[in-house]
């Protein structure tokens, strides 16, 4: 039965052992996700501002020849003889500075695009700084959990090679069983007169016997191998 507890003992550790492993490459795979989402989105918006700057370069220019050719008609109102004339350079000089506020106009979207974009890159930039650092260290931390869990398994492994050997043959085949029906717990403590694992009732001459340790009784429902917590004859 001492066999079969620490058999039991060193299966539950490779489960878990097992289920981190299974566990530790996706979270480092979450993470590296995580950082290239941040960093592509910086590069978006680094872009967008190089944009942003060439578009803006571009109205201040269209502005700028707009001025230039307002000013010339100005002046040229002084010189015309006749109201139709007037006329006809006034709408000239509306419709240059309809065109020049709409200029103006995006000018200030692009301004106001511009000074959102610039706050965030500089808060992004900072925080993949941190976050960069920190995933450095998260990821080396999750690597050398790997390599230990790794290094724990095969020793273990090698325990539960000298534990088998050591109990008959029939006795491990029924253990491996019913390990492998019951998610990897074959042996169980009684609880109080019931079965550990699955509940069910143990007659008392079993649990009388199992209490005094000289017979290796397993549980009439799930299979599994019973041992008393306070072993005395009495
Ligand atoms: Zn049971």
Do not use: W
């Given at each position: 039965m001492e066999n079969l507890k620490a058999l039991q003992s060193i299966d539950t550790k490779l489960k878990d052992l097992n289920d981190l492993l299974g566990d530790l490459p996706s979270k480092v795979d979450e993470l590296n996700q995580?950082?290239?989402?941040?960093?592509?989105?910086?590069?978006?918006?680094?872009?967008?501002?190089?944009?942003i700057a060439v578009e803006s370069h571009k109205r201040e220019v269209r502005i700028a020849e707009i001025n230039i050719k307002v000013n010339r008609l100005k002046d040229q109102l002084?010189?015309?003889?006749?109201?139709?004339?007037?006329?006809?350079?006034?709408?000239?000089?509306?419709?240059l500075k309809d065109q020049r506020s709409t200029f103006e106009n995006e000018s200030l979207s692009l301004m106001e695009e511009k000074e959102t974009l610039t706050e965030s890159v500089e808060t992004m930039d900072s925080e993949l700084g941190t976050l960069s650092s920190d995933l450095t260290v998260r990821r080396e931390k999750l690597e050398s959990a790997i390599s230990?869990?790794?290094d724990e398994k095969s020793s273990l492994e090698e325990k539960r090679?000298?534990?088998?050997?050591?109990?008959?043959?029939?006795?491990?085949?029924?253990?491996?069983?019913?390990?492998?029906?019951?998610?990897?717990?074959?042996?169980?403590?009684?609880?109080?007169?019931g079965c550990g694992g699955c509940g069910a009732h143990v007659p008392m001459q079993k649990v009388t016997e199992i209490r005094a340790n000289i017979v290796i009784h397993r549980c009439d429902v799930c299979g599994r191998f019973l041992y008393s917590e306070n072993n005395s004859v009495n």
């Amino acid at each position: 039965m001492e066999n079969l507890k620490a058999l039991q003992s060193i299966d539950t550790k490779l489960k878990d052992l097992n289920d981190l492993l299974g566990d530790l490459p996706s979270k480092v795979d979450e993470l590296n996700q995580q950082e290239d989402l941040i960093k592509s989105t910086l590069e978006g918006n680094k872009e967008r501002l190089k944009e942003i700057a060439v578009e803006s370069h571009k109205r201040e220019v269209r502005i700028a020849e707009i001025n230039i050719k307002v000013n010339r008609l100005k002046d040229q109102l002084f010189l015309v003889t006749n109201n139709k004339q007037y006329d006809a350079l006034m709408v000239e000089i509306d419709h240059l500075k309809d065109q020049r506020s709409t200029f103006e106009n995006e000018s200030l979207s692009l301004m106001e695009e511009k000074e959102t974009l610039t706050e965030s890159v500089e808060t992004m930039d900072s925080e993949l700084g941190t976050l960069s650092s920190d995933l450095t260290v998260r990821r080396e931390k999750l690597e050398s959990a790997i390599s230990d869990s790794a290094d724990e398994k095969s020793s273990l492994e090698e325990k539960r090679i000298e534990k088998v050997d050591g109990i008959d043959f029939n006795t491990v085949s029924i253990y491996n069983r019913v390990c492998e029906a019951r998610n990897g717990l074959a042996v169980v403590s009684l609880s109080g007169n019931g079965c550990g694992g699955c509940g069910a009732h143990v007659p008392m001459q079993k649990v009388t016997e199992i209490r005094a340790n000289i017979v290796i009784h397993r549980c009439d429902v799930c299979g599994r191998f019973l041992y008393s917590e306070n072993n005395s004859v009495n």
